[in-house]
């Protein structure tokens, strides 16, 4: 994973996009992801890639009896515990050796928008397999595989400045890709849909869902947003232990 988060300079950049102003009524995909979270009903719930905290609250606010809230990002993990406190979360910055640290067994393991930064996704996924207790459930986010294989991540405009269409190349010459985001190049790894989908399977989980999701139909109001029905950004996938 990147600590590009850490940056001062990045970070107040990353503080102003929508997702981080106004939760996870900002994120596009959270009305998908929604509909894919099983009940928080006195479990215990790894939020891995935490972020500012959004998915950590809702799981303590409906109900989980514990929240363990991991993200790379010091700065991420300090402005969750100012915005999202709650008692029954646990907050901690580290990465993918924390899951090797912890002796605690998860009913349900969110992640969202993390995976893409991660090299080796199916020693991950052995992990997280063995971190969970039996029939527990695993949903994640994750860039959609069409969105990342090109690498730039950025539309083709015409002579005019009109989008022209989104570029798709490369797809199955997985591996590490740079892009540009929010003004600075950032690594990231691309992977075929095929490769997500068998990591899971030979790693002992049962896929129950995927999604990909459209944005919300009230951000659709929002200059481009109307543009990201030409292609898919974003993947969901919920699975179970």
């Given at each position: 994973m990147t600590n590009i988060y850490d940056d001062p300079s990045f970070f107040d950049k990353y503080s102003e996009m929508q997702r981080s102003t106004d939760g996870?009524?900002?994120a596009g995909e959270w009305h998908a992801l929604k509909a894919l979270l099983p009940s928080f009903k006195d479990k215990t719930v790894l939020d891995f890639g935490a972020g500012y905290g959004w998915h950590a609250l809702y799981a303590a606010e409906h109900g989980?009896?514990?929240v363990f809230a991991v993200d790379q990002s010091r700065k991420m993990i300090e402005t969750a515990k100012k915005k999202n406190p709650h008692p029954n979360i646990e907050y901690q910055t580290g990465g993918t050796s924390i899951l090797d640290e912890t002796d605690i067994h998860f009913d349900i393991v969110l992640s969202s928008l993390v995976f893409h930064y991660i090299e080796d996704i199916d020693a991950l996924f052995k992990t997280i397999y063995s971190k969970m207790t039996s029939g527990g459930s695993f949903i994640f986010t994750v860039e959609h595989p069409v969105f990342t294989a090109e690498g730039s991540?950025?539309?083709v405009y015409n002579d005019n400045g009109e989008i022209s269409?989104?570029?798709?190349d490369h797809y199955f010459y997985e591996g590490e890709r740079t892009a540009e985001?929010?003004?600075v190049n950032v690594t990231k790894y691309h992977r075929t849909l095929e490769t997500y989908v068998k990591a899971?399977?030979?790693n002992g989980f049962h896929i129950k869902d995927m999604v990909e999701p459209k944005p919300a139909d009230?951000?659709?109001n929002i200059d481009g947003m109307k543009d990201e029905l030409r292609r898919p950004m974003m993947l969901i996938i919920s699975a179970e232990k």
């Open positions: 996870l009524d900002g989980a009896a514990h991540q950025n539309w269409h989104f570029p798709v985001f929010l003004g899971l399977l030979n009230h951000l659709m």
